[in-house]
């Protein structure tokens, strides 16, 4: 699914694959100079990582103002057609920012 997004939103902003442990993860965040940028938290990544990550997404949306932050939580069994829509849903809503999708 990751490739998926990555071509639905090339050009669109950055999109960062969640991976534990999440500090790496968040600190592709605070590098991204996009100014949107969607993090996907896959099936594959443990359940507190996987917790904390989404939980931070919120201030990490605060702390990156202007520039905007989602996340989609995707589900095991979740089709990349799902995934590259809501993830161009969130891309194109422009006033959108610090939101997590579930995917399923």
């Known amino acids: 699914m990751l490739a998926a997004v990555r071509a639905a939103l090339a050009g ?3 999109v ?3 991976a534990a442990p999440i ?5 592709a965040i605070a590098a991204a100079d996009e100014s949107f940028v969607l993090v996907i938290a896959g099936p594959d990544l443990p359940a507190v990582e996987r917790a904390m990550l989404l939980a ?6 605060v702390a990156r103002a202007p520039r ?4 989609l939580d995707v589900a095991a069994g979740a089709s990349a057609t799902d995934g590259v829509a809501a ?11 610090g939101q997590v ?3 399923g």
């Open 12 to 14: 669109q902003g950055a």
């Open 16 to 18: 960062i694959g969640a």
């Open 23 to 27: 500090a790496a993860t968040v600190a």
């Open 56 to 61: 931070a997404i919120g201030p990490l949306a």
């Open 68 to 71: 905007r932050i989602c996340a």
């Open 87 to 97: 993830a161009r849903f969130l891309a194109e809503a422009g006033s959108t920012t």
């Open 101 to 103: 999708l579930a995917v």
